[in-house]
């Protein structure tokens, strides 16, 4: 796949397409940390073969950046761009075997690059990423399968399906999906194949550590997706229009036409039915998706195929009279539409202009539902506040006398707080943060003790409640507070004297394996 450029226009068109991943994944930087590559970097000092709610690879490779470049946010984006980069190659490729030529390509290419949710897995250190990438791979193997009728493309969809469960579980939806899909369709006869059940095997074994890691800490994952679940099904966002609608958002709307010309073309055209298989797969991901209640979002690294598709019917068969002229226009359209829609999910703007560029964009009817502090989206204001909360919790810490420093333990309500004071801690030699959300749950109370006393930081008055008859006392010592953060991290902080409980019984009761 990988094989020496041609240097020609294709080319010219790969690397150009290759310097805008490397312009959204590293400039400019306006904001911090978002929250969640806070929590990865945790996991990244912390390798094992799993995690609660995260598989290893993503926390595996970010360990060995950090080992190599360090922990900037330039150096954990190295991530993002690379996959970016792949992903580009994939794109293309696609669109070649397919038979398109240059202006497929630039269109599939630009379709692809400027998508929202691409744009976000660029820019964002994310497992998502490698998701994607994963996914793409997969289904690649497909296509070259349904070109070649060559059987050891199960086995490279295999891999690829391997990898991607050490990735992300949604992986598992798309190897549904594709056996469903073969049930309909005459490629029926790969179930007769040993490559096909050779590919299946290979992909449990190269995931299998992950799966003995969730059978030997209780099947936490298990717990974990339960909540998730739950969770999903009280936001209503599963739903079918919702579910629709934020996916042609995130795609970009002006892609809608070109990947269901690419649906249609692989379930209705005469040359474009030898991939019915895997338009019939997009199906059964999209029903698994809404019958599962799983985030819009899920089924996004599937279109880079319909893309490719729909390009390369586009090029082909459009031949009407002023068909060059509306080709080239809606190409144009296309790239316009996706520089507009990129600050909707990357950090290019101040957080003064994002808002308002916000404000246009809900105007326009182009917001899909989520959760926002008093001025920015969730994704944009979980990168704001975590150095001053880290500061204002060293201050309290550090007015403590010694003796009771040395008996005090930081306490989170989420991941979030506790993966910010763990890495912007160390400059203040505050201890390692505790919390019972996630991950940070399976790794204990640390050095918590009978006697000891605890800072809790970014909990709701409910949880305080809650943890208050535990200790002896507790008192209100400060407060964090940042007008871009979400409203659930400006909260006060409080300080609990002398654990009277087990510790045991305390940190079963602070259990909270949730989204």
């Known amino acids: 796949m990988f094989s020496q450029f041609k240097w020609n226009k294709e080319t010219f068109l790969l690397l150009s397409s290759v310097f805008a991943v490397l312009l959204i994944a590293f400039y400019p930087f ?101 998701n994607s990438v994963f996914w793409m791979l997969a289904i690649y193997s497909l296509v070259l399968l ?60 190269i995931a299998s550590p992950y799966f003995i890691w969730i059978a030997t800490h209780d099947f936490v994952t298990i717990q974990y997706f339960m909540g998730y679940s739950k969770a999903l099904s009280r936001d209503g966002s599963f739903a079918l229009w919702p579910f629709v609608r934020n996916q042609i958002i995130l795609m970009n709307p002006l892609t809608l036409p070109l990947w269901l010309l690419g649906l249609s073309y692989f379930l209705f055209n005469r040359q474009g039915r030898r991939f019915r298989l895997i338009g019939l797969t997009y199906l059964c991901v999209f029903a698994l998706n809404l019958v599962t209640h799983a985030k819009f979002y899920l089924i996004a690294p599937f279109y880079f195929v319909l893309l490719a598709g729909g390009a390369v019917y586009f090029e082909k068969f459009w031949t009407m009279r002023w068909s060059k002229v509306f080709k080239i226009t809606y190409l144009i359209a296309l790239f316009a539409s996706g520089l507009l829609l990129i600050p909707y999910v990357r950090p290019v703007l101040s957080p003064t202009r994002a808002t308002q560029y916000m404000q246009w964009i809900e105007q326009m009817g182009l917001a899909i539902s989520y959760d926002k502090s008093e001025t920015l989206p969730q994704w944009f204001a979980d990168a704001f506040g975590w150095e ?55 790794w204990g109370p640390r050095d918590l003790k009978r006697g000891f006393n605890m800072m809790i930081v970014g909990c709701d008055p409910a949880t305080v409640e809650a943890i208050r008859p535990a200790f002896k006392s507790l008192s ?40």
């Not at 030699?429 to 959300?437: D, K, M, Q, V």
């Open 30 to 130: 306006h904001y911090g940390y978002f929250c969640d590559e806070l929590y990865y970097i945790a996991l990244s000092k912390n390798i094992a073969f799993g995690y609660v709610d995260v598989p290893p690879l993503m926390p595996f490779c970010l360990a060995i950046v950090r080992y190599l470049f360090g922990e900037s946010l330039f150096a954990i984006h190295i991530l993002p761009a690379l996959l970016g980069i792949v992903s580009l190659v994939i794109v293309q490729k696609t669109v070649k075997k397919m038979g398109g030529t240059f202006f497929a390509q630039s269109l599939a290419l630009i379709a692809f690059l400027l998508a929202p949710i691409n744009v976000s897995h660029f820019s964002l250190l994310t497992y998502d990423s490698f």
């Open 388 to 442: 001053e909360m880290t500061r204002e919790v060293a201050r309290i810490y550090s007015a403590l006398p010694a003796s009771e420093k040395n008996k005090t333990v930081l306490f989170t309500r989420s991941y979030s707080q506790a993966s910010a004071l763990y890495f912007y801690g160390e400059a203040y030699a505050l201890p390692i943060p505790i919390s019972g959300h996630d991950q940070y749950y399976v």
């Open 476 to 515: 209100v010592v400060g407060k964090t507070e940042n007008k871009y953060t979400m409203p659930y991290n400006n909260k006060s902080i409080y300080l609990a004297l002398d654990l009277q409980q087990p510790v045991a019984t305390f940190w079963k009761q602070r259990k909270a394996l949730t989204m």
């Open 146 to 205: 349904l070109l070649s009728d060559n059987k050891r493309y199960w086995i490279y969809f295999g891999i690829a399906a391997g990898f991607g469960l050490l990735s992300k579980f949604d992986m598992l939806w798309l190897g549904a999906g594709v056996a469903i899909a073969l049930l309909f369709t005459t490629e029926r006869k790969y179930f007769a194949s040993r490559s096909f059940w050779l590919a299946g095997m290979i992909a449990l074994l």
